[in-house]
């Protein structure tokens, strides 16, 4: 079965840090861009971050660069997101996203359950 | 980057067609043709159902399609269903491998 499991959230106090992780299976990860989508309960998904296949090429939204990094082990078949700094405001359901291409492009086919980061003292 | 601009809400009753808009600006919807469409029940995971505006990924039923002018997506959904009534967000790479959603149209099946 295809499926992204992700994993690492839970609750965090502002200025702390968290690691995500996104494990991948049932299909070959190395060839896809991986990204990750964060979604407020009851609001819009927001774009976080996106890797390319090897790696090299990674980008971020402006409301996380410098703080969050994501990163990917093509050997394990994972996706990481090292997220710093938290503020209130990354609070949201995390999902870990495969996009069509492989680079980001926005084609995310297959998304994980989601992992919730709650950010609050 | 400002979210891609949606209606907040969408209704049509079952058999009818109904048209969600997404509009963007000349740096995103009107530059690329990748422009995706998604749909999302309570509390599940979002669903592709539309990439590079017109394509559908396998399984995903010919009453969904896509489309472009200029800066503003559409996706339109005939021969309404109840199952259909889900929230739907349509995005846009941006350039830069960077990707903008819209804020999310609520569809209401009647």
């Known amino acids: 079965e295809v499926q992204l499991l992700e994993s690492g959230g839970g609750l965090v106090q502002p200025g702390g840090s968290l690691r995500l992780s996104c494990a991948a299976s049932?299909?070959?990860?190395?060839?896809?861009?991986m990204n990750w989508v964060r979604q407020v309960p009851g609001k819009g998904l927001e774009w976080v971050s996106g890797i390319s296949v090897s790696g090299a090429s990674t980008n971020y939204a402006d409301s996380v660069k410098g703080r969050f990094t994501i990163s990917r082990d093509n050997s394990k078949n994972t996706l990481s997101l090292q997220m710093s700094s938290l503020r209130a405001e990354d609070t949201a359901v995390y999902y870990c996203a495969r996009d069509s291409y492989s680079t980001t492009r926005g084609a995310f086919d297959i998304w994980g359950q989601g992992t919730m980061v709650t950010v609050s003292s | 980057q400002s979210a891609l601009t949606q209606p907040p809400s969408a209704s049509g009753s079952p058999g009818q067609s109904v048209t969600i808009s997404c509009t963007g600006t000349?740096?995103?919807?009107?530059?690329?043709?990748?422009v995706s469409w998604y749909q999302q029940h309570p509390g599940k995971a979002p669903k592709l159902m539309i990439f590079?505006?017109?394509e559908r990924p396998s399984g995903v039923p010919d009453r969904f399609s896509g489309s472009k002018s200029g800066n503003t997506a559409s996706l339109t959904v005939s021969g309404l269903q109840a199952e259909d009534e889900a929230h739907y967000y349509c995005?846009?790479?941006?350039?830069?491998?960077?990707?903008?959603f819209g804020g999310g149209t609520k569809l209401t099946v009647l």
């Open positions: 049932g299909f070959t990860f190395s060839p896809f861009a």
């Open positions: 590079e505006v017109t």
């Open positions: 000349s740096s995103d919807v009107g530059n690329y043709n990748f």
């Open positions: 995005s846009s790479y941006a350039g830069s491998t960077s990707v903008i």
